[in-house]
């Protein structure tokens, strides 16, 4: 892993960049909602501020900010999940909150093809977003592979979004 105590540029970049992380941990995957699942992938910014927020602040920021009408357009109509219609103290972004500790949170949806879980994770130089699908029907898996070539692109660009959205926060 590359050296976490700056916050890490693309070369020719000044913004941070999220990488996707290839072997997740036992912990992460024990703290997704779904036991079995099909599909799992994990993007993690390294940030000295990564501590500065609570984890649902960073799933608050890079949801319902960042992801914004965009994300529930394809968490609702593409993937048909049953989101909650506003963020509420147990939701984020309309995703329930499953489960949460100090340094994570798990939110979790389903629909009748697919259901999904989200684990972001704060440690001190470092946010994580981990994603774990499993397919409920054929359609679901269909679905999620066009899908998730598009979560690729657009996933590691949460964390460094969601850390400017904190940022100006007062």
Request: proline residues 5%; hydrophobic residues 40%; negative net charge.
């Amino acid at each position: 892993m590359t050296d976490p105590s700056v916050d890490h540029v693309a070369e020719g970049h000044s913004d941070p960049i999220a990488f996707q992380q290839y072997d997740i941990t036992d912990t992460t995957r024990a703290r997704s909602a779904i036991t079995e699942y099909d599909y799992s992938d994990q993007f993690t910014l390294l940030t000295e501020a990564a501590a500065t927020w609570a984890p649902e602040a960073w799933a608050r920021a890079a949801l319902d900010t960042v992801a914004g009408s965009k994300g529930q357009l394809i968490w609702r109509g593409l993937l048909g999940l049953r989101l909650a219609r506003r963020s509420a103290p147990a939701q984020v972004a309309g995703w329930p909150v499953v489960e949460s500790g100090d340094s994570w949170i798990t939110l979790a949806a389903r629909s009748w093809m697919l259901t999904g879980s989200l684990v972001i994770e704060i440690e001190e130089n470092s946010v994580s977003l981990a994603t774990f699908v499993r397919y409920e029907r054929p359609v679901g898996e269909r679905i999620w592979k066009r899908a998730s070539q598009g979560h690729r692109r657009f996933a590691p660009e949460l964390l460094p979004d969601a850390q400017r959205v904190l940022r100006q926060l007062p």
